[in-house]
């Protein structure tokens, strides 16, 4: 139980595209979703808070036009990277918490999301 | 300034031995304290977490320790095996509702035959 599941796995795109993350909860409903990008031999760093139904809230300095998120259901939330350049190439992962778990804060991540831009 | 630190060298152990890994902050004061797997190329995977108001907790092999005067947290694989092998991170768990997780860099665990 409890998998996140993310697509595509990998994705390569030109620059000034943009380039479209789905993250989806399969066995599980989430109110709140996360996104972090992570780069080589780093730490995660989160992104934003997604909350079903709502704006997502972004971390100080990361741009929100840029970085769009939509949370439009309890087990989908994507984040779409707008006009991508190469300085946005790294690993996206998302993870979620059941709206069931109450007490329990645990998040269950996605298998990430390689973007290379070019 | 608010900071998470673990070991950014790799540790080394032999197969069969206890692993220890190390995890402090500072100008922190989470509510909780989760320890994660990751694999190279894939996302992390929950292994354990811990409250504030305890001291220690256990899963199978692993073992941790939360210790909120030290600012510390240790993170134990007992009987090490080679498929331990991974980078470990610890995250802790803060904001409004306790949702918010800030990871550390992670330590790679090797553990040879």
């Known amino acids: 139980g409890a998998v996140v599941s993310q697509h595509p796995s990998r994705v390569i795109c030109k620059s000034g595209t943009s380039v479209k993350i789905e993250c989806r909860s399969l066995?599980?409903?989430?109110?709140?979703m996360f996104w972090y990008r992570q780069f080589p031999k780093k730490s995660l760093m989160l992104m934003a808070t997604s909350n079903e139904g709502s704006k997502a809230t972004y971390e100080q300095g990361v741009e929100k036009d840029k970085f769009l998120i939509n949370h439009a259901s309890l087990t989908l939330s994507t984040l779409t990277v707008t006009s991508a350049h190469p300085e946005d190439s790294s690993f996206y992962i998302c993870?979620?918490?059941?709206?069931?778990?109450?007490?329990?804060?645990?998040?269950?991540f996605g298998p990430g999301t390689r973007l290379t831009v070019t | 300034s608010q900071k998470i630190e673990q070991n950014s060298e790799a540790l080394n152990i032999q197969e069969g031995k206890t692993a220890t890994l190390t995890c402090n902050y500072t100008n922190y004061s989470p509510a909780y304290l989760q320890w994660y797997r990751q694999d190279p190329g894939r996302g992390p995977v929950f292994l354990l977490l811990?409250?504030?108001?305890?001291k220690e907790k256990r899963k199978e092999r692993l073992k941790v320790t939360f210790d909120t005067t030290l600012k510390q947290s240790l993170f134990h694989i007992t009987a090490s095996q080679p498929a331990d092998s991974a980078t470990y991170l610890c995250?802790?768990?803060?904001?409004?509702?306790?949702?918010?997780?800030?990871f550390g860099a992670g330590t790679r665990l090797a553990v040879h035959p």
């Open positions: 993870s979620a918490r059941d709206l069931y778990g109450g007490l329990s804060y645990e998040q269950y």
């Open positions: 811990i409250r504030e108001n305890e």
């Open positions: 995250a802790l768990g803060l904001g409004s509702g306790y949702n918010k997780l800030i």
């Open positions: 066995d599980f409903q989430a109110t709140t």
